[in-house]
């Protein structure tokens, strides 16, 4: 698997004081979550890995109808940050999205850009209640 042993060289896998790292990481691969809230307020850019058990993925996807899982995309209701999800999620296909956050300045500057925007949608003020809006219009599909 080309790609893998570059990236592989260059990771430190940690956990614990996600906000401490996140402010010091230069890129990371973040689990579905607060933590990618955490990752646009600290403008770390990143992609997104989601896998449970298939009894739970198959469950959930026949509850709930949503085009994206990470914040930053609910938001903005685009892919800014990829994710992998279930079968998605191959070290390949994670290592080919990861490349050029860690190499090409102008894809690292196009992520944080849009987190940037998403920041400005929040505002200052109330972002709680917004992000509350945002995720409830994406799952009912009606507009608040």
């Known amino acids: 698997m080309s790609g893998v042993p570059q990236l592989r060289d260059r990771l430190e896998v940690k956990t614990g ?12 691969i973040i689990a579905s979550g607060s933590a ?5 307020y600290y403008r770390l ?10 009894l739970t993925y ?5 509850v709930i109808k949503v085009d994206y899982l990470g914040m930053p ?5 685009k892919e ?17 999205a990861m490349l050029p956050l860690m190499d090409e300045p102008a894809a690292r500057r196009e992520m944080i850009s849009a987190f940037d925007e998403i920041a400005a949608t929040l505002g200052e ?10 995720i409830i219009e994406e799952v ?3 507009k608040l």
Not at 73 to 77: G, Q, R
């Open 17 to 28: 004081e996600s906000a401490a790292i996140m402010q010091r990481a230069f890129a990371g």
């Open 36 to 40: 990618t809230q955490e990752a646009t």
């Open 45 to 54: 850019p990143f992609v997104l890995v989601y896998k449970v058990s298939w």
């Open 58 to 62: 198959l469950a959930g996807r026949l």
């Open 73 to 77: 995309n609910v938001i903005a209701n």
């Open 80 to 96: 800014i940050v990829p994710e992998f999800i279930q079968h998605e999620a191959r070290a390949s296909a994670i290592v080919k």
């Open 125 to 134: 003020g109330g972002a709680s209640n917004r992000a509350a809006l945002a």
């Open 140 to 142: 009912s599909g009606e």
